[in-house]
């Protein structure tokens, strides 16, 4: 293994290091350290590959698995036990396998398209770590987190995302208004996905309307967005359902909304 990779002892909860590391876990630990922690094989070699990795802490199990990544990791790695890798871990069960990186998030001027998602007032770590991965599969520039939306850096996020917060620009700004008027100067078009809409997106698509650089807007899915943020839009449109399903879940729609304006962009 590499040489970098001291074993002199397994790290146990009580190091020091692995102490700093489990403060990663809460939101005011993260902003304090400017670092936040990834969980599991394949999270951490996007993160290795996005080059902003300070550690990797690792059980003996975990590195047997994952040999080669570690072989290949410069930087410096870490043995724990797997008591302190469950300190470190959100999960029921853990991978044995973290990464202690930089913060990924950046300002809105990092904006880029021409398609964005904007989440608004998302507080389920699931869905907006789900929609950070369906943007990046769509080929959206950037995913930006606004107002009172989940830390993207939370644990839940970040595996849901499956390593899609290193491909794209991810932005947090709690000014909402401030979000929208960045859309706005960058030449977007805002639409926002409301089941109570009068226009659908077959019309939207018809119309031809997103064919242009366009910032899809999310609200939660316990409350949707407010009178006031759709108020801001250009346009507010509905996923028509077909079937006798009463609704989509967030995630679901956040796809069929991004992959339409992706298929009407590349047209």
Not at 247 to 256: E, F, I, P
Request: net charge negative; aromatic share 4%; with cysteine.
């Amino acid at each position: 293994m590499n040489t970098r990779h001291q074993r002199p002892g397994a790290f146990t909860e009580r190091t020091p290091r692995v102490a700093a590391a489990r403060a990663l876990t809460r939101r005011a630990g993260r902003d304090k350290a400017g670092r936040f922690l990834v969980e599991g094989a394949q999270a951490v070699r996007e993160a290795l590959a996005y080059g902003r990795v300070h550690e990797l802490f690792v059980t003996e199990e975990a590195a047997a698995r994952n040999a080669s990544l570690l072989d290949d990791a410069a930087v410096p790695v870490s043995f724990v036990t797997d008591k302190a890798a469950s300190s470190l871990s959100e999960t029921i069960t853990p991978q044995g396998i973290v990464a202690v990186c930089d913060l990924v998030d950046r300002p809105l001027d990092a904006l880029a398209g021409p398609l964005v998602a904007v989440l608004v007032g998302v507080s389920d770590p699931g869905n907006a770590g789900t929609v950070t991965r369906v943007a990046d599969a769509a080929g959206a520039g950037s995913v930006v987190f606004a107002g009172d939306t989940v830390d993207p850096h939370n644990g839940k996020c970040v595996r849901a995302s499956t390593g899609s917060v290193f491909h794209l620009p991810v932005i947090r700004s709690r000014d909402i208004a401030a979000v929208f008027a960045a859309c706005r100067s960058a030449g977007f078009r805002l639409v926002a996905a409301d089941g109570h809409a009068t226009h659908d997106l077959d019309q939207a698509t018809d119309a031809g309307e997103l064919a242009a650089p366009t910032a899809w807007v999310f609200g939660s899915e316990a409350h949707g967005l407010d009178d006031a943020v759709l108020a801001e839009m250009d346009s507010v449109v509905k996923v028509p359902l077909y079937g006798a399903a009463e609704s989509l879940n967030l995630a679901t729609a956040a796809a069929v909304c991004l992959y339409a304006s992706a298929r009407a962009l590349r047209a």
